[in-house]
Every structure is written in C-alpha cells, then in structure tokens.
C-alpha cells in the first residue's frame, strides 16, 4: 500500500489558502480517481482505493499544520508501512507558484509540518512532493502562508497542481520513484 499524505489545516478559514496546497493536491488527487474522503481516523480525513494497480490510502491530517506528524506516525503504525511507501504533500515558499520539486529525503527546511513529521517518524528519509507558493515580499511569512492566491497565481499554482497529480499517477504506475523525479523535476 502507498500512503499519500496531504498537510493543510483544517477548518473553512483555511480552505485555498496557500498553506492547504497538499490539501488541494489530494483532493485533486481523489477527484481524478474516485476517491472519496469519507473516514475520520488516526487524527486524518482518509481515503482509500485501487490506483494503478496499487492500494492507495490518502491523508489529510486534522491536527493542523504543527502536529501533522502525530497522525502520520499513527497511520504508518497502524498499517505496518515502511516509509519507502510513503510520500507527503506539502507547500514551498522557496519554489515559485505552481512549481513542483520532488524529493526522496531531505531537512524540514522550516516547514513546521515537515520538522512534525520528521520528530514523529524519528527519520528524514521519506519522499515529499512540495508544491511553490511563493515568497513574501511585504508581509510576514505567517500572513503570506495563511493567505489565498491572487487571481494570476491561482492560475500557476492550479497548473502545478495537475502536475503534482501526474507525478503521483507517475510514481503509482512505475513504482519507481527515483525515475518519477528524472521526469518531473
């Protein structure tokens, strides 16, 4: 089984703001496959069913974006996954709007959901689809994260969107992650 894990907030104050991008990936994700959100466990929104020929669980942790790790630790337990298996979906104030970096390991880079998960899996070395937000230029990084996307930027990051969901689709197909990131990156 595959675990695709989306970080976001939850709660309609949050909904498209720039923060929710791993969110809006997958459900963009289930929407494109069929998939339904429709179970409350582990501290996530889950939703699960057959892509590719692989066993897909999908994940939005509800614990906010600080503690996202809690429940990845929780679903990972729970279904004896080996972290090779799974992949987290995240936003990038590095990267420019809609551009997407794939990456088999790597530090939390200041992403406060990442450092979670990194604390609650007790490693570095699992794979992250992060999506570009953008940087700041005159607001703080918690207004800028916490806010939704100007109209020309909706455009890019929805294009980036599809492009994330490709390189899932990508990754489901050949199970070969490292030739997923030669295609993508």
């Given at each position: 089984?595959?675990l695709i894990v989306g970080?976001g907030?939850?709660?309609k104050?949050?909904?498209g ?8 990936t ?5 929407k ?11 501290d996530?929104?889950?939703?699960e069913g057959?892509?590719?020929?692989q ?13 996202s790790?809690?429940?990845?630790k929780?679903i ?5 996954l ?6 987290i979906v ?13 990456r088999?390991?790597?530090s939390a880079?200041?992403h ?6 990194i604390?609650?899996?007790g490693?570095?070395k699992f ?6 937000i ?5 607001m703080t990084?918690?207004?800028w ?9 909706k455009?890019?990051?929805?294009a980036?969107?599809g492009?994330v969901?490709s ?5 489901l197909?050949?199970d070969?992650?490292?030739q997923t990131?030669n295609k993508?990156?």
């Amino acid at each position: 089984m595959k675990l695709i894990v989306g970080l976001g907030n939850i709660g309609k104050e949050y909904e498209g703001t720039r923060h929710n991008a791993g969110f809006m990936t997958v459900d963009a994700f289930a929407k494109e496959h069929g998939l339904m959100f429709n179970k409350q466990k582990f501290d996530a929104m889950l939703a699960e069913g057959m892509v590719a020929g692989q066993k897909v669980l999908l994940a939005k942790p509800t614990t906010y974006m600080n503690e996202s790790g809690q429940a990845v630790k929780q679903i990972v337990a729970f279904y004896k996954l080996d972290v090779e298996d799974l992949i987290i979906v995240h936003d990038d104030m590095d990267l420019e709007v809609g551009k997407l970096r794939l990456r088999q390991k790597g530090s939390a880079g200041g992403h406060n959901g990442i450092k979670s998960i990194i604390k609650h899996l007790g490693t570095e070395k699992f794979k992250r689809a992060r999506l570009g937000i953008g940087h700041p230029e005159k607001m703080t990084v918690v207004d800028w994260v916490l806010g939704r996307f100007s109209q020309s930027e909706k455009v890019a990051f929805e294009a980036g969107l599809g492009h994330v969901v490709s390189a899932l689709d990508d990754w489901l197909e050949n199970d070969n992650f490292m030739q997923t990131m030669n295609k993508f990156n």
